[in-house]
């Protein structure tokens, strides 16, 4: 199949599948049907069943897309990629064993099934691995929107790239100061999965994504800066224009220009909205079933008791239309709820697949596959709560703007990282800042939350405004 804009390049068929006419319906860069996917996936389960399995759970999946990169003016990287599997997943009276493959005809498939039931034959027996309780499937129940194809050629994604390039080369900045675009680049890719279990589970679901991001160089009498803007959406008209994903990149980029270090002290810290979700997923990661399970996590037995800051709530919502981590059910066939998972600083909710929680003795909430759109919110905050006025708020400290290295402690909580920002006084930017780490431990930073501004922005499956914590540790490296 000839792609537009990309000459001489051909997707070659997939091995064992048929052609299937274009419908009315766009499925984008799709080739299969969420049926045809489905049926893959039942055959599957069949025929581990009939080859002695006690259960059985199978996942086929496509997704193709184009990614375009440019620089200079013109298209440096111009990317096709497709793809399908199946997983197939066998239990045996406690065992289990899982094979894949990426042709999902029928000889491929019993492969995968007959390598996947010879895995189980030789593992450990495990009595809380299996499918999941009829009474937990989602067999029925609303869909959720997720899939909005662009339908762009390469040809458009590439004008797109360049109208991001053009508009970041047009940023007007200070004299002396000499701007470049590293790379600018556009992206559409869809997705479809079919999940059926021998527990009578059956359902298919598509998604889509589309992002754009440029990345920019600034330098000045021979210092050199970088930094970058990123966007991913479902729907191509949630995106922000190109210079939208221009100016942030200029602008982040110019303002490190000068950057130093700053005296080792104690400080309130401001993690910018494009940081701050890291800081809930390192939350989540304590609330998983697994980390609970064993007892590795600096949230041990959080589950009602207050562990942040009275005034913060996160809640989830799998089914928020066109998220990006909405989902109807997970990979075990169980629906997530709108729920959460702290309140008013409590801990509400883990995140629980099927196996851990029945070893919490607790019910799995859908979160096989991590969890749905996470809003960090705090009662405190007001629609003026913009980044000049946490900024103000901060008063005097860091502003975080980018997390170069380090890391967390899962078990203990111990946080240390290398990062860029600015310093600020009376509010006011002060200076760039660079060659710094902050050190912390979680525990004391999530009740030192003073505020989360209203400058919200989501980040991958997270949205947050910037978060001010009340003290840590900074020091030059």
Excluded at 43 to 52: E, K
Excluded at 191 to 205: E, Q
Excluded at 211 to 230: L, Y
Excluded at 279 to 301: H, I, N, P, W
Aim: with cysteine.
């Amino acid at each position: 199949m000839h792609i537009p804009g990309l000459p001489g390049h051909h997707h070659a068929p997939y091995e064992g599948t048929h052609y299937m006419p274009p419908r009315q319906i766009s499925d984008g860069y799709l080739l299969h049907s969420e049926d045809a996917l489905l049926k893959v996936a039942e055959q599957a389960v069949a025929r581990a069943v009939a080859l002695g399995a006690s259960g059985a759970s199978a996942l086929a999946n496509e997704s193709s897309g184009i990614t375009i990169t440019v620089s200079d003016g013109a298209p440096s990287s111009s990317v096709r990629d497709g793809g399908q599997s199946l997983t197939i997943t066998v239990f045996d009276n406690g065992r289990s064993g899982q094979a894949s493959t990426e042709a999902i005809d029928e000889a491929s498939v019993d492969r995968a099934v007959r390598h996947a039931c010879t895995i189980a034959s030789k593992v450990e027996p495990d009595a809380d691995s299996g499918l999941a309780d009829a009474r937990w499937l989602a067999r029925t129940g609303p869909d959720v929107a997720a899939f909005a194809p662009s339908d762009r050629s390469a040809d458009e994604l590439i004008t797109l790239a360049l109208e991001i390039e053009a508009a970041a080369l047009n940023r007007q900045v200070a004299p002396g100061i000499r701007v470049r675009v590293s790379e600018a680049t556009a992206s559409s890719h869809d997705l479809r999965w079919a999940r059926a279990t021998s527990a009578g589970f059956a359902r298919a679901a598509s998604a889509s994504i589309q992002s754009r991001a440029c990345v920019a160089i600034a330098d000045r009498d021979g210092a050199m800066v970088r930094d970058w803007w990123q966007a991913s959406e479902r729907r191509e008209d949630s995106l922000p224009d190109s210079e939208t994903i221009a100016r942030e990149a200029v602008d982040r980029t110019v303002a490190k220009l000068g950057g130093r270090s700053v005296p080792t002290q104690t400080t309130p810290v401001l993690l910018d909205a494009r940081m701050a979700a890291s800081l809930v997923f390192d939350l989540v990661g304590g609330l998983t079933g697994a980390a609970q399970q064993q007892r590795s996590t600096f949230m041990v037995g959080a589950l009602g008791t207050r562990r942040l800051a009275a005034h913060i709530d996160l809640l989830e919502d799998p089914f928020e239309p066109f998220g990006m981590s909405s989902f109807a059910w997970d990979s075990e066939g169980i629906a997530g709820s709108r729920r959460h998972i702290v309140r008013s600083g409590t801990i509400e909710g883990y995140f629980l697949d099927v196996r851990t929680a029945r070893k919490l003795g607790m019910q799995p909430s859908g979160s096989a596959d991590g969890p749905g759109n996470l809003t960090l919110t705090s009662s405190l905050t007001d629609p003026g709560d913009d980044l000049p006025a946490m900024l103000r708020k901060l008063d005097r400290g860091l502003w975080i703007t980018q997390f170069l290295g380090g890391g967390v402690n899962p078990a203990t909580g111990a946080y240390s990282k290398a990062v860029e920002g600015f310093w600020i006084e009376n509010g006011e930017v002060v200076h760039p800042v660079q060659d710094m780490t902050v050190a912390g431990d979680l525990p004391a930073m999530f009740e030192g939350i003073v505020a989360v501004g209203a400058d919200q922005l989501r980040q991958g499956s997270v949205r947050t405004g910037s978060i001010l914590i009340d003290n840590m540790r900074i020091a030059g490296r």
